[in-house]
């Protein structure tokens, strides 16, 4: 089986096989850290260790920080499978969009109907999922939608609330400021929907309530009911969370 970063051509041909009923899918996307250095591979008789996102054209000097990888989840859950992997060095959100594109691509060639993409919160995910509903929806001639894409649910904050958590309410959040919770199939023209991966975003919020951000009072809106939380209670939480972490 070929290796090589990039997307796995044995896998994409394997994918035909599983019944319709097995052919929704969610597509993960994850990036683990990996050392930075030059590595010589007698094999191929070349260094290894730099950015590689599977196309012999494109050549870079810059050595690899990180390794993104894409993998397929059946959505009944009876099987997942890697389909990609590239070596990057924090790439934008454009390039991260347009390697999300043609996964997308691929699989629907071999029948697999892609229902979502999971990722974490960084900073990376979400400009790339800011890139794609904006270019899916120009692309498919919905650019009516796109302000509906991002739309988010009015909240009407009272003044003691605005001035604990220092909101300015003569501002207005830009589509660029939010994030989108579906994009358009770049083929089919299906929504897909985007899901952050919740044990991350946990831990994202334990790290943000327990340790840097000292709020007094939160906020939360649930099932169109409104509540105040003092911070010790986060913290009571924050503190379970990390042992359990």
């Not at 191929?44 to 050595?63: E, K, M, P, V």
């Not at 340790?211 to 809106?221: E, G, N």
Request: net charge negative; proline share 4%.
């Amino acid at each position: 089986m070929n290796a090589e970063p990039g997307f796995l051509t044995e896998v994409l041909d394997a994918l035909p096989q599983f019944p319709d009923c097995d052919r929704d899918v969610n597509l993960v996307s994850d990036a683990m850290a990996i050392k930075k250095g030059k590595i010589w591979d007698p094999a191929t008789q070349r260094f290894t260790g730099f950015i590689d996102y599977g196309n012999s054209s494109i050549t870079s000097d810059a050595q690899a920080t990180e390794a993104l990888f894409f993998m397929l989840v059946s959505l009944n859950g009876k099987w997942k499978l890697p389909v990609a992997y590239f070596l990057v060095n924090k790439p934008s959100g454009k390039v991260q969009g347009e390697l999300i594109n043609t996964a997308l691509r691929l699989t629907d060639e071999k029948g697999i109907r892609v229902r979502g993409v999971t990722f974490d919160g960084a900073a990376s995910n979400l400009s790339a999922a800011r890139y794609l509903a904006k270019q899916a929806s120009q692309n498919l001639g919905h650019e009516d939608e796109v302000d509906g894409i991002f739309e988010l649910d009015e909240i009407d904050d009272t003044d003691e609330l605005d001035e604990l958590l220092l909101i300015d309410k003569n501002a207005t959040p830009s589509a660029e400021s939010q994030l989108p919770y579906y994009f358009y199939h770049p083929t089919n023209g299906s929504k897909i929907h985007i899901i952050l991966d919740p044990s991350h975003m946990i831990k994202l919020a334990r790290n943000a309530l327990g340790k840097t951000i000292l709020w007094q009072f939160c906020y939360l809106r649930a099932s169109r009911r409104r509540r105040f939380f003092p911070y010790s209670y986060f913290s009571s939480q924050s503190f379970r969370i990390s042992k359990i972490m």
